[in-house]
């Protein structure tokens, strides 16, 4: 699968694919075009990393659809709507749905250049903040109850001594979980362990 950041723009009107995909490639970017919202759909193209161009009005499925139909599969994709002044209330709507942007046509090249370079970096940054959550979720699945009782502790700051007297349990067994967890969770510091923790409970 290729994990380089793409720009999918989707437009059934062959004149704005092949003009809006010239500048994007001029500029250096990876383009793939499509010519409606289901053929994106069907190509499996928004499981990777990029971001959506694409008209709110098309045949078929709009770009509202497509956009709903992303948010409801989990997919966090970025989506950049183009718009005529009639469609700015349904970009609006798009906008508070989710969407990255939406720019109103005409547009200047430069706007657009600068708007999907923003929705790119946004991705990549998203991408890698949800790695990080699966890694810090998959390394706290290795704790036993008992470990996580004593992570939860260390977190809010409790002494050994504190946490045996809740947990009713010996200091020296605190201390014997306490270096498990930071074995578990391959940490070197406090700071590693709250890290790990707060991005284990992280929600998107």
Known sequence: MNDAPTVFLIDDDQAVRDAVGLLLRTDGLAVETFTSAASFLESGAAERAGCLVLDVRMPGMSGLDLQQQLRARGHRTPVIFMTGHGDVPMAIRAMKGGAFDFIEKPF????????????LKLDTCERHRRTQR?????????????????????????????????????????????????????????????????????EE
């Open 108 to 119: 200047q090249g430069k706007t657009l250049l600068e708007r999907i370079h923003a929705a």
């Open 134 to 202: 699966a890694d810090a979720a998959a390394r706290m699945a290795q704790l036993s109850p008992r470990e996580r009782e004593v992570l939860e502790r260390i977190a809010l700051g409790r002494y050994n001594k504190t946490i045996a007297a809740e947990l009713g349990i010996s200091v020296s067994t605190v201390e014997i979980h306490r270096k498990r967890v930071m074995e578990k969770l391959q940490a070197e510091s406090l700071s590693d362990l709250i890290r790990t923790l707060a991005l284990a409970n992280d």
